[in-house]
């Protein structure tokens, strides 16, 4: 961090305090009336939509590097309403933006790839991090609609696989969504969409094998409510804008699970628990984890960059997500929307991911892959 500037905080001084959850709702929820006003007018709204998306966050970030800091214990009653607002505005934005850019709405060629991009990012880098918020919560309705998000990008897996394969098997072989050192994100992509559909059934399967539930009638695998749920979300593409709008809504499903893809890409990318004397794994810990300090990227994100405490403390509400000292947990040097595009590009990100990652590397890292 620079200390050029007089208002940033160090890990070595009285952390700032953190920010309200009306912080986060402005940074997260501005760029949805822009998606809004675009989709129904193109011009100015889209392109604003697109910067603050692809640029004002990366420009902000560099420019003010301000860390908020955390509430041990606080309580945030508003969390889950933003939460709650941010999924249902994803829920109502989809179809919107499907019809806006493969429907009779009148935006030109280049308002229609400005929209796709737009809603895209905000897809895949605000309602993501709500949804994954909402499926860590106990109250079942809060959870239901972190899920149909899920199932609204047609990535209903991630429910299963996220909470009962990624959470317990993180920074290890066995987890499908931890990027191995010297993998590239393409071939990373395709094994943690497979592994996280196939070990995410088996552990529901398992886990219903393992239930006490006697009653009358049985509950639905959670992958054929999955399934269904993307069915009726692509008849839905169907209705509004016939086989264009099939092809975009499946498009916009795939431009935010890419995203989703690349944060956990990211965020665990060459990091590996050593394996105890008795065969088992240490527990997870800080160090399993990467983090960014980046504050507009964190509000955007609400705190998804503050993955370590995340990994600690499932249930605890993002806004009092700590970040650890750059001494306990692996610190990204780039705001992880920034990372993350670093990693389309294979070959870059394994150059300037290596010597960063070598400080938390308890052993030499393997020869570099040179496929992607």
Known sequence: MCACYPWQMTDHTRPLPPFPVAAFA????????????GA???????????????????????????????AEGAEFPAADALLVSVALGQLAALPVAVWAIAGDSGLSALERVLLFLAAGFWFGQVAHPAAHELIHRPRRELFRLGAAVYVSLLFGQHVSAHRLVHHRHVASPQDPNTARAGEGFYRFALRAWRGSFVQGMQAETDLRARSSWSGSWPTPHPFAVYLAGSVVALALAMMIAGLPGLAVWVGLALHAQSQILLSDYVQHYGLTRATRPDGRLEPVGPKHSWNTAHWFSSALMLNAPRHSDHHANPSRPFPALRLPPEDEAPRLPWPLPLACAMALSPRLWRRAIRPHLAKWRPSPAPAKDTAP
């Open 40 to 70: 129904m007018q193109g011009g100015l709204w889209l392109w604003l939509a697109f910067l603050y998306m692809a640029v004002l966050t990366l420009v902000l970030d560099q420019l003010i590097p301000l860390t908020s800091g955390s």
């Open 26 to 37: 402005v940074v997260a929820l501005l760029p949805l009336p822009l998606i809004g006003l």
